[in-house]
């Protein structure tokens, strides 16, 4: 099977030894299509779409030079074996040979994420490299990889959330075949395949779409990074296509299971239909009518109306990565309270209870760190629409040493928590490394050029300003420089260290917990609704339940302190899982949780 998405724009292959080329252009003058070292004037056609056809085959490199001037790459490049200020190269997606023909995908109840990075998951920081890795991950016991963003970036290490063109895979990672082949291997062994996908913004170098197209971006609409993209304005529905086309893009020509949306609280768009609901219906209406296609959203708004279901029972995003229910557990176990763990600091165990019961902590009130109103009401959805994780890239990488939880909370508190969110009929995400306690961080890096690379350095510096611990110049001076290679290469993780001892027992905790929850929670999720209820016994302790699928009932017990809890009443069913010995006489040990089943009718 050869898989190809059909595209209105860049540089599609014909089939006669010819290509089309069509670039959005409205602003430019002329465009002229600089292929193999010749430049051939584009036809200007309605709306500022310039085409022409012409000679070529795979591997050609080429260039659109404008207003006979500057010369910029494709916006929609499939391969930029140069970085993002080389030329792009024209790409036949047809000669993958695809080996999956009978994948299509598994249920959303039985996904359990994990979130990598391809430059540091292996020490290769390849496709290949991460592929070599894929029977770990199912030894583990997880059934779903999720990619940070691959959209080409510039220089030669990044996050990729400065990615500039979204169509091609980083070439530092390896060719776009290498990717597929990547995805193929996991689909063989079961594996879903997500890709982090980022349509609120632009990276801040190698972005050219300000010299023949300004309508890409608005002063309408303000973002963390500047002027934001055009989704409803003069020009927008051009700008709404090309990033609904990419979409559908990695979707069908690299066979993605799924996509999580970033920061989509960032995609301003006052028209109707918002783009997001524009862009879901794109894909549940295409890749998604013939397999298993899964939506996933991060939003600081917690706009809980995305991911309740519509008149055709399917929501139109499955789920959201829940940051509440991250940052009241990260200010449970490690009693940190600056920035936005402020929001949770007043009663962590009672906002955390109230995340594992109802999804969201904030549903309209009003966050003390901002200020503002945030979210809407959540308890009425079932627990599989939120996407938990006791670690992420951000909640790591975005801590001035990239701190990993296992050097900020004792080992029996990690124990508990990743008990807890394994367990829980929420979608568990695991990041990269924490399977093990890895000891490397992992930090903020990227490759600008020159002149952009110590105003990065500084800005992320005085970023830290704001808290206590690096009011003085000095300690900030301490913060890794994020453009330095050694800050990367001590992101990478070191996969000879799993087999040491300490390493070996989480190794082992999580595998035991991920199976235990494929064989007890996993079967009884489907058909799952809302409200869970939650219950605190005395500060520190809580208990939790939920009706399951099969209407059986799901218990909690949890001492999230370091003390012993007393006053826990013992629930009917039959004990699943416990942190130590099953509790007696109502009371839990310190950091210690147990977890029962009740059978429906029993």
Avoid at 139 to 159: H, K, Y
Avoid at 228 to 239: H, L, R
Wanted: charged share 25%; with cysteine; hydrophobic share 35%.
């Amino acid at each position: 099977m050869r898989r190809a998405h059909e595209m209105p724009f860049g540089a599609n292959l014909l089939g006669d030894g010819r290509a089309r080329f069509v670039l959005w252009a409205p602003d430019a003058g002329e465009v002229e299509l600089v292929l193999r070292g010749e430049a051939v004037r584009m036809i200007r056609g309605e709306g500022g779409l310039f085409e022409l056809e012409a000679e070529a085959s795979h591997g050609d490199l080429y260039r659109y030079r404008i207003d006979g001037g500057q010369e910029v790459p494709d916006p929609a490049s499939r391969y930029q074996p140069e970085d993002v200020h080389g030329p792009s190269m024209v790409f036949d997606p047809l000669r993958f040979e695809w080996g999956d023909d009978g994948w299509r995908g598994r249920p959303w109840e039985e996904t359990v994420f994990y979130e990598l990075h391809i430059g540091t998951f292996s020490s290769e920081g390849t496709f290949a490299g991460a592929e070599a890795r894929l029977d770990h991950l199912v030894e583990l016991g997880v059934t779903a990889v999720q990619i940070m963003p691959l959209s080409d970036f510039p220089g030669g290490r990044n996050w990729g959330y400065d990615g500039v063109l979204p169509y091609a895979p980083d070439s530092s990672y390896g060719t776009p075949e290498e990717l597929k082949s990547f995805v193929a291997a996991a689909h063989g062994r079961g594996l879903q395949v997500f890709l982090d996908v980022v349509y609120n913004h632009f990276g801040p170098e190698g972005n050219y779409l300000y010299a023949y197209a300004k309508h890409f971006f608005t002063e309408r609409h303000e973002t963390p990074w500047g002027a934001a993209i055009n989704y409803d304005g003069e020009g927008s529905p051009f700008v709404r296509d090309f990033f609904a086309h990419n979409a559908l893009y990695w979707l069908e020509e690299y066979q993605f299971d799924g996509l999580r949306f970033d920061a989509v609280h960032a995609i301003q768009d006052d028209t109707i239909p918002h783009f997001l609901e524009e862009l879901s219906r794109r894909i549940r209406n295409g890749p998604g009518r013939n397999r298993h296609i899964h939506l996933v959203l991060e939003n600081e708004g917690n706009n809980a109306s995305y991911l309740r279901p519509r008149g055709d029972g399917r929501p139109l995003y499955d789920a959201q990565w829940d940051d509440d229910y991250h940052n009241s557990l990260h200010v449970v176990l490690t009693g940190e309270d600056a920035s936005y763990y402020a929001d949770y600091a007043d009663a962590p165990v009672q906002r955390f209870g109230r995340c594992l019961a109802e999804g969201f902590t904030y549903q309209g009130e009003t966050s003390p760190n901002k200020g503002e109103v945030r979210g809407e009401p959540s308890g009425d959805l079932a627990p599989t629409a939120f996407v938990s994780f006791l670690q992420n890239h951000d909640q790591v990488g975005n801590r001035a040493f990239g701190d990993r939880i296992s050097a900020l909370a004792s080992p029996e508190a990690a124990r508990a928590a990743a008990a807890i969110y394994l367990i829980s009929p929420h979608v568990p995400m695991i990041f990269m490394g924490e399977e093990w306690a890895a000891s490397t961080p992992f930090l903020f890096f990227c490759d600008f050029e020159a002149d952009l690379a110590p105003l990065v350095t500084e800005g992320r510096r005085a970023e830290f300003a704001k808290f206590p611990a690096f009011s003085d110049p000095e300690t900030r001076e301490r913060i890794p420089d994020p453009s330095a290679e050694e800050t990367f290469r001590a992101s990478a993780l070191k996969w000879g260290e799993r087999d040491g001892p300490e390493h070996a027992e989480r190794l082992g905790l999580y595998r035991e917990l991920l199976a235990l929850r494929a064989r007890e929670i996993v079967p009884r999720l489907p058909g799952m609704g809302g409200g869970g209820a939650f219950r605190l016994v005395g500060e520190r302790g809580l208990t939790a339940n939920w009706t399951l699928g099969d209407g059986s009932t799901l218990v909690l017990l949890a001492n999230l302190g370091s003390e012993p809890g007393p006053g826990f009443e013992e629930p009917q069913g039959r004990l699943l899982y416990a942190t130590g010995d099953e509790p007696e006489g109502g009371n839990l040990p310190p950091w210690s949780i147990a977890w029962y089943l009740a059978e429906a009718g029993r």
